[in-house]
């Protein structure tokens, strides 16, 4: 080694090795400080991991079978004296007052309340099955069904039976007059039913025709009520 200590020298003489040459190894020392530091920085970081592993685990252990054993032995300690503490208050009933009377008065009013919105509930949802059924029976009923607007003669709703028959499409017949619907034989005795049930309030006629797309016929029996 050097006297600065930074350098290593290896020195071998020419009677060493019986050559007529001396030989020089020399070796720079300067990062072998440098290392040997940052080795002892890491064994002791290593160090410092285990332990605080170490403690960790020690911490959950002692927590689990002492720590919680301590703190529920110490809630059944409370509990205990609590119910010897209200037995030996032996507190007596508070009388009713007006307020009380209120309070229940309320609570009756939203437990009536509460009882009315279900049974509210309850109706719509049995009135809007029972249209359902409705709808269902006028839709595929085999008889053809037709409401008319009497102000204005004009469809306002058919049955799919209606407009199979006639060979056309329901949104095809809703809306138009239903004088046209009837055969062009029939469209005379068509507008004086109407009229005699604008006048009397219904119609009963079994010699009337309706007139398919494809221009056939249709015998039917008129009646309205």
């Not at 009497?150 to 028959?165: D, E, M, P, S």
């Not at 009837?182 to 005699?196: I, V």
């Not at 604008?198 to 797309?213: F, P, V």
């Amino acid at each position: 080694r050097t006297a600065d200590g930074k350098r290593l020298e290896v020195v071998w003489s020419a009677a060493v090795l019986d050559l007529p040459v001396t030989v020089v190894g020399r070796l720079d020392a300067e990062w072998i400080a440098v290392e040997m530091i940052a080795f002892n920085w890491r064994i002791a970081e290593l160090a410092l991991l285990i332990t605080a592993f170490v403690g960790g685990v020690v911490l959950v252990i002692f927590n689990r079978m002492v720590l919680r054993r301590i703190v529920l032995l110490r809630q059944k300690m409370v509990a205990t004296r609590e119910i010897r503490e209200a037995a030996a208050l032996n507190i007596p009933p508070r009388p009713r007052d007006e307020l009380d009377e209120l309070a229940e008065e309320f609570n009756d009013l939203i437990a009536r309340h509460t009882q009315d919105i279900a049974e509210q509930k309850l109706a719509r949802e049995a009135l809007a099955a029972s249209e359902r059924q409705y709808q269902d029976l006028y839709d595929n009923a085999p008889d053809m069904y037709c409401s008319v607007d009497a102000k204005t003669g004009c469809v306002i709703r058919c049955n799919q039976t209606l407009a199979t028959t006639l060979g056309m499409r329901r949104d095809e017949i809703i809306g138009r007059p239903i004088i046209e619907l009837y055969h062009p034989d029939s469209r005379k005795k068509a507008q004086d039913g109407l009229r005699e049930f604008l006048e009397t309030g219904k119609i009963y006629r079994d010699d009337m025709q309706l007139g398919r797309r494809d221009g056939g016929m249709i015998d039917v029996t008129l009646r309205v009520r």
